[in-house]
């Protein structure tokens, strides 16, 4: 009993496959024990997970391949994003740089025009008050050959240098340009109303500013102007800018001019030919105003030309510029 117990208990430890064939020949049976049924079936699943981990891992590597290609182009097209990027920085450092330059150049333009601006206003006042205001008596006796002519001059030619520098500084449509501007064409018009135009084309003075022997009346008089040699005819120019305030027959000066240039400044162009001008008409400088003449208290053809200053004669030699 205890040893069928065992057979029986051994005999289930197997697996019997039975072949039975419809035609005639024996029932085969084939019997595996538990031993190799658990070998099969384990090397039956380690087959198919093999399988089924190259196919998983042959996937994953070809998707790996497929993700490294597009992650290099992605890579690829990120560098060169990063290079654009580095160019558009280096371009704009640069021009950011250069930026910086213009600003600073500007600014020092700035300052000079602002000197500039100062600095010739100053001039400006102090050549009103010096030559209009203060030291009118002065001027008015001063004689040829004092250093005072020259330097009006130098005044004069100081303020045009101004002019052309705050000319060459000028900057774009802010404050400091109107400002600029405004004061440019201030001292524009202001040099441009002095009497500072030779009057007639020739160049020969006998007859000079101050005492002399008058040729008609035959004695030491004073004389308020300068003769200026001309044929009868020739042109004569204002000296500067102005009003004509008088046109017409004068007394000695015969047929006579005057120009009101403002600022106390009067010019005077007498024994006139032929008068070109009326009474109250603008002129600008170097205009035609009228021809050279012998008229008035004359012996020959000249021009017979004063500056007056506040009405008080001086001599026009201050002033023009042969
Ligand atoms: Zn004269």
Known sequence: MKSLKGKISARRNYLSVMYIPHNKGGVKTIRINHYRTTLLTTFAFMLVALLVLTGYTLSV????????????????????????????????????AENAEIITTMNSVKTISEEAIDSYREQYENMVVAYIDKDLKEIGTVSRGDKKPASFKEDVAELRSLISLVESAKLSEDDVTSKIAQKEAQLNNYLD?????????????????????????????????????????????????????????NGGYGNCIIIDHGNGFKTYYAHLSKILVKEGQRVSKAEKIGLVGSTGLSTSAHLHFEVRLNDKPTDPLYYIEP
């Open 61 to 96: 590597v070809k998707q790996n391949r497929e993700m490294k290609i597009q992650h290099t182009n992605e890579l690829n097209a990120i560098l060169s994003e990063k290079e654009q990027l580095e160019a558009l920085i280096a371009k704009q450092a640069k021009e950011l």
């Open 193 to 249: 109303a002095l009497p500072t135009y030779w009057p007639v084309n020739s160049r020969t003075t006998f007859s000079g500013f101050g005492r002399r022997f008058h040729p008609i009346y035959k004695r030491y008089i004073m004389h308020d102007g300068l003769d200026m040699a001309g044929e009868k005819g020739d042109p004569v120019y204002a000296a500067g800018a102005g009003k004509v305030s008088f046109a017409g027959w």
